[in-house]
């Protein structure tokens, strides 16, 4: 069973930076795209970055795209999230997950979550 622990979150003021991390355990780690979710109060659960076994290709979503860098250590088995220039919709929980990627649309693999990190962006 994998177990995913995602770290990093805090407050922080609008225009601030923070920089999540997501250890996983599982030897099929350098196997997997990686992706970082997050779910705001009263909202479903989004996909905001992604990232393919070896790096080569990166997928941001539009809200993100320009201010948030994700990125891989196989070797360490994390995967972090650079965020930059955060802005209050920024608000929400932060997990992350291996992804499949159906040639449209990202989906996530494992069932079991991690607790997420509490990511506050204050005006």
């Known amino acids: 069973q994998v177990q995913l622990v995602e770290s990093g979150g805090g407050l922080v003021q609008a225009g601030g930076s923070l920089r999540l991390s997501c250890a996983a355990s599982?030897?099929?780690?350098?196997?997997?795209?990686m992706g970082w979710f997050r779910q705001a109060p009263g909202s479903g659960r989004e996909l905001v970055a992604a990232?393919?076994?070896?790096?080569?290709?990166?997928y941001y979503a539009d809200s993100v795209k320009g201010r948030f860098t994700i990125s891989r250590d196989n070797a360490k088995r994390t995967v972090s999230l650079q965020m930059n220039s955060l802005k209050p919709e920024d608000t929400a929980v932060y997990y992350c997950?291996?992804?499949?990627?159906?040639?449209?649309?990202?989906?996530?693999?494992?069932?079991?979550w991690g607790q997420g990190t509490q990511v506050t962006v204050s005006s």
């Open positions: 990232i393919t076994p070896h790096s080569s290709t990166t």
């Open positions: 997950n291996a992804v499949l990627y159906s040639g449209t649309k990202y989906y996530p693999v494992y069932e079991d």
């Open positions: 599982g030897r099929t780690f350098s196997n997997n795209r």
